[in-house]
Structure formats: C-alpha cells, structure tokens
C-alpha cells in the first residue's frame, strides 16, 4: 500500500496533539508529583518521598498498607504484629487530642510507631527547637548499643531535638542517634509497644534510601520482617489545594513555546529507516580472574605493593566510620583513638589493629614485598571482619567479603610468580 506525503502529515500532526494534551493534562491535574513536593507520602516519587520505602519494604518480607483511616480504627489491628510510619503527620487543633489518644493505646497493646518531623505526637514526648541552626545536612553520631545506634552515621535534617529533660516522664528513654548535642533518633517503652521519634523523616525519603545507614535504620525500626508496617496518610485536617490552586505559578508562556519548538523538531526530523537492522556490537566481559591476574602482573612489574595496602587500609577505616558508627575526628586522631573508641564502645582488645593501621601507613612510604604486603592486606581484612561479626553477627554479606578480598586476590596472584 502507497503511502501519500499528506497521510505522513496528518500522522504527525495527531502525535503532535496527542503529546500536547498529554504535557498540558500530567502539569495541570498531576502537579505534585514534582521534584519540589516535600511531603513523605507513598505516592511521591520526588527527592522527598516515601514511595521508595513502601515498595522496598514487602521485597524484605513486610506486609505494607497505605492507612488512610482515622488512628481509632487501630484497635482493630493486631498491635503486635503492625508498625504505624507516621512521617511529618499534620494533625488540626480538633483531631489532635484524639490522635494522641489512639496512638497511645495502640503502643500500650504492643504496637510500634515511628513519628517524624519536629513535633511529636508520641506519647509524653516533648521536642525543641536544634541548639544550631543548620542549613545543610547533619551527619549523626550513634549512641549505645540499641539496634538504632547499630545502623550507625546516618546523614539527616536536624529539624528538632528531643527535649531529654522534660520529655519521657519517668520512661526508659534511649537517644540512639545526636546531632551535635541534639537527641535526633530515640526510642522508648510504652506498655507493650515501643515509641520511635526521627527529628526528620529524611532517612526515609527517596533520596534518604540510596545510603546504607538510613536503610539499616528503617529497618532496625520497623521491626522484624513479617511485620505489617502501616503508612499514615490519612487527611488529619490538612487544607488540600484544589486543581486551579495547583495550577497557579506554572509556566504556561514557557510551555506554549516548548510546545511550539517540539512541533517544529517533529517536522524537521520526520524521516523512514532504510536498510536492514544491524545488531549491537556485544563485547565480551573479562571475568574476574583475569582481572586478579593482570593487576597482578602490573604490581610485579611494577615492583609496587603500596596501593593494595592502602586501598585495604582506606576500606577499614571507611567501615569504621560508616558501619561502626566513630566519629570522622576520632578517625583523624590516629590508631590510638581509633582502638579507645572500640574499646569503649564494644570491649576487647585492639592492640593488633592499631599495629596493623601503622604497619599500613608506614607501607604508604616504602615498597613491601609481595608476600608481606599480602599478609598486612589479608590482616586488616581480618580486622573488618572482626568488626562485621560484632555489628552484624548473622548477617555477614556475602557481597561485601567479595569486595574486601580484591585486592587479596591481586597480591596472591603477585606472589605465584
């Protein structure tokens, strides 16, 4: 069948339509799902949403709801087995004292709540204002040995803090996490259930996901896998912007020419393949081992072994500030600090860590042989391990030993020859 130029026109005249009312259709009636919508709900997909967490969490083995009923109906739920997220709820004047009451009973009947944001509505919880106004981000420094300072440095908004002194009334109050000298991440025994407070729901929020601490310490508070984890999204009292209030401060003037300008493009660039479909060019992956050896090689030949030690020595003490929660500062003052903080924190003795780190940084400075630098690599991979066992005893990943045994890998093949 011959296809006439005024056909081709037309056609693209209807895609040109059809992608105008689609633009004007998701800016008009879809407005918040935008890159500035700063509300953690299930259904944002910007920087600041929920919507990550709700459909990571039944991938682990949670059962996830969006609650969108009042916190009364939670007598109808096995407190035991749920976990309520409510993530910088607002609630009005009229609905907040019932709110309080209902989420207290849920926690006295075994349930866990998760509230985020500068107030609380826990309760006998009580926050204040951050001792220092920030502007940027605040990275956490853990606190004891609870499952939430376990998550270790987290890196959070400090939009309140936990007033430890006029809050709790008498509970057994645990600061898991502190900015500064602010209490940002606590917990607390209420009847049967527990109480978490987050002075942000950052951690949580899409963006908040793509680090390893402020997973750990989503999961360390939802509970055990096998938990219903409930999302608070119910209409507290909050006034919701109706379509024409969402419309307002859009740049119409600047869509019409986008507009304008796609059109164009269309006409300009409408053309027919010719000539038969080629398959990509596949390039075969070397594997892994290969790889081993040719490093291993290159350190041969290049009578070095210094960038193995260092690179194993700058792994262990990246664990050590990201998975084992030391302060960068302790980190800086040397082997010494690094073993009284372990020390204090877990117990035991470090003397062979401290000896290891020098024993690497003194390597940085002059050329090992392969055998003694596979020793001193093989070491403080040992001493990561150690630690990993400590923090995570029945949860060793596999990905991560893989990782830390690279540059093993390399010096091994090194030394057969």
Request: with cysteine.
């Amino acid at each position: 069948m011959n296809v006439t130029p005024k056909n081709d026109m037309q056609r693209v005249l209807w895609v040109f339509g059809i992608a105008v009312v689609v633009i004007v259709l998701v800016a008009v009636l879809i407005p918040n799902h935008t890159q500035n919508d700063p509300r953690p709900r299930v259904d944002n997909n910007a920087t600041a949403g929920a919507k990550a967490a709700f459909m990571l969490l039944p991938k682990l083995g949670y059962k996830v709801q969006k609650w969108e009923a009042a916190e009364s109906d939670l007598e109808n739920m096995d407190a035991a087995h749920t976990t309520l997220i409510m993530a910088d709820v607002y609630v009005g004047p009229k609905a907040l004292k019932p709110t309080q009451v209902a989420v207290q009973r849920f926690l006295e009947r075994g349930g866990r709540v998760l509230d985020t944001g500068g107030d609380t509505l826990l309760p006998f919880g009580k926050t204040r204002a951050p001792s220092v106004q920030k502007t940027d981000l605040c990275y956490t420094v853990a606190e004891g040995q609870g499952a939430l300072a376990r998550a270790g440095q987290v890196s959070t908004a400090d939009e309140g803090a936990w007033d430890e002194k006029e809050a709790a009334m008498g509970t057994a109050l645990h600061v898991e996490q502190r900015c500064g000298e602010d209490a940002v991440v606590v917990s607390y025994k209420v009847g049967k259930g527990e109480a978490v407070w987050w002075s942000s729901s950052m951690p949580l929020s899409n963006a908040g996901l793509k680090e390893d601490g402020s997973l750990k310490l989503l999961l360390a508070t939802v509970g055990e896998p096998g938990r219903t984890v409930l999302f608070d999204e119910f209409d507290h009292g909050e006034p919701r912007p109706g379509m024409w209030d969402a419309a307002k401060g859009l740049p119409l003037k600047w869509l019409f020419w986008q507009c304008v300008l796609l059109a164009g493009l269309l006409i300009l660039s409408f053309s027919r393949r010719k000539g038969p479909i080629r398959m990509p060019v596949v390039v075969p992956r070397t594997s892994p081992v290969e790889f081993a050896e040719s490093m291993g090689h290159l350190y041969e030949r290049a009578g070095t072994t210094n960038a193995a030690t260092g690179m194993a020595r700058a792994r262990l003490l990246r664990f050590l500030q990201n998975e084992g929660g030391l302060a960068r500062v302790t980190i800086e003052h040397g082997p010494t600090a690094i073993a009284e903080a372990l020390t204090a924190r877990f117990g035991g003795e470090w003397t062979a860590l401290v000896k290891h780190l020098n024993d690497a940084t003194e390597a940085e400075h002059a050329e090992l042989a392969p055998k003694s630098a596979l020793r001193l690599v093989q070491a403080l991979d040992e001493d990561v391990e150690r630690l990993q066992r400590m923090l995570m005893p029945k949860q060793m990943s596999l990905g991560r030993e893989t990782m830390a045994g690279d540059e093993t890998a390399v010096l091994v093949s090194a030394t057969k020859e």
